[in-house]
């Protein structure tokens, strides 16, 4: 069973542009969560989506937005990029919404903001 | 708020040592608790979680009680291995979500032979 896919793995951008991520969640999971993480605040939730609704949102500027297709597959997108949005972004899938289901998480892609 | 309150690392342990990896939290209600790890180049995978009060989550030889007198849920290892080196997370979601997690800051921990 393939796991959660995250492309690109590797991303460079300039400030003030914008960036689309993308994550494909394993087979049957329809839950998808996104991740921001790095080394001055560690990991800290973007957001969550189900059924293609963005069911619980952390504490991220409108800047951050995403959204889930049919498939469960996920994007999320980074408008007007500042240097501190430089991070590896984690996306983590699951079946369903309770703690019975685990997160279970890509590699991630690391993002580089110059 | 939530919060988690993590061990500070870097640790370094011979092989065979025991492993603690202290974590602390601070949620309304009743959080579920985790530890998850995250090995070199690899993404987070969960070791182990505990639900409610007193359960014990266990994994990998790896355990861990849900202590909620002391708000604490302290990961440990009777006998480490090298290949346990790596990233150790606490972790907590609350009712708005469990898939809402509250990370602590990771503990590296690098067993040498």
């Known amino acids: 069973k393939a796991g959660v896919t995250q492309t690109p793995r590797y991303l460079i951008k300039t400030r003030g542009q914008q960036v689309t991520l993308s994550c494909s969640p394993i087979s049957g999971h329809r839950s998808v969560s996104w991740y921001q993480q790095t080394p001055g605040q560690g990991l800290q939730f973007l957001f969550e989506y189900f059924s293609e609704t963005q069911r619980n949102k952390g504490n991220f500027p409108g800047r951050f937005s995403g959204r889930q297709f049919s498939n469960s597959r996920s994007e999320m997108n980074v408008s007007t990029l500042e240097l501190g949005d430089s991070a590896l972004y984690l996306c983590?899938?699951?079946?369903?919404?309770?703690?019975?289901?685990?997160?279970?998480f890509g590699n991630g892609t690391r993002l580089t903001v110059t | 708020g939530n919060s988690v309150t993590q061990m500070e690392g870097p640790v370094t342990l011979s092989e065979e040592a025991f492993l603690t990896i202290n974590c602390t939290y601070t949620a309304t209600g009743y959080p579920s608790l985790f530890w998850y790890v995250q090995y070199p180049g690899e993404g987070l995978q969960l070791l182990l979680k505990a639900t409610k009060a007193d359960d014990k989550g266990s994994n990998k030889g790896f355990e861990a009680t849900y202590r909620k007198e002391t708000t604490s849920f302290h990961l440990e290892k009777g006998s480490v291995q090298v290949s346990d080196s790596a990233v150790y997370f606490c972790a907590l979601s609350d009712q708005t979500g469990a898939n809402n997690l509250f990370f602590g800051t990771g503990t590296r921990l690098t067993v040498i032979p």
């Open positions: 983590a899938s699951s079946r369903d919404r309770t703690s019975n289901s685990p997160l279970h």
